[in-house]
């Protein structure tokens, strides 16, 4: 079975701010969700865990995963959307000439920032991680945990349930939010 979590909050979360590629760490808050997560999730026997290697999601992996024998493997393919120069950058939803306002509003139509990643970069990273690492462990039937960052998870989820660029956000999770995706993809 297949379960995606975002990593738990950072104070860029909690000041609206692009985060990316940033490597910003969880906060106290951030870290509470993680253990209150570790609560939930501990009846599930994962396998394995694959987690982004950008400190925020690893950490949150390893304080779910605490008291498990459960291997955390990182993994390139999962760290978060590049959002390039506008990383950092705070309530954009505030201002509909931010380059980044129709990322949000209007993925169809969002064009790459500079040092951004497009919506295609994303989406063949994820169909690869998919393909060549998640594939073969479904089809032995492990558990596995992904722990990773929201646009990437909206991306992964997307991808899943087959979900229009149109309606990509619409997969976006909580913080510590556990979703199943199931057992084939």
Known sequence: MLYIMRHGRTDWNVDYKVQGRTDIPLNE?????????????????????Y???LIRAKKTAEIVLEGTDCPIVEDERLMEMSFGICEGDSHIFRNPNHPLFKLFK????YITVEGGESFDDVSNR???????????ELAVDKNILIVAHGALNC????????????????NMTENCELV?????I
């Open 180 to 184: 199943e995706l199931g057992n084939r």
């Open 51 to 53: 987690s982004s290697p």
């Open 106 to 109: 209007d993925p169809v139509n």
């Open 155 to 170: 991306c992964m989820i997307g991808q899943i349930r087959r979900t229009p660029l149109e309606h990509f956000w619409d």
């Open 29 to 49: 808050e951030g870290i509470q969700m993680a253990q209150k997560a570790r609560g939930k999730i501990q009846k599930i026997p994962f396998d394995i865990c």
């Open 126 to 136: 994820c169909k690869s991680f998919l393909k060549e690492v998640i594939a073969p």
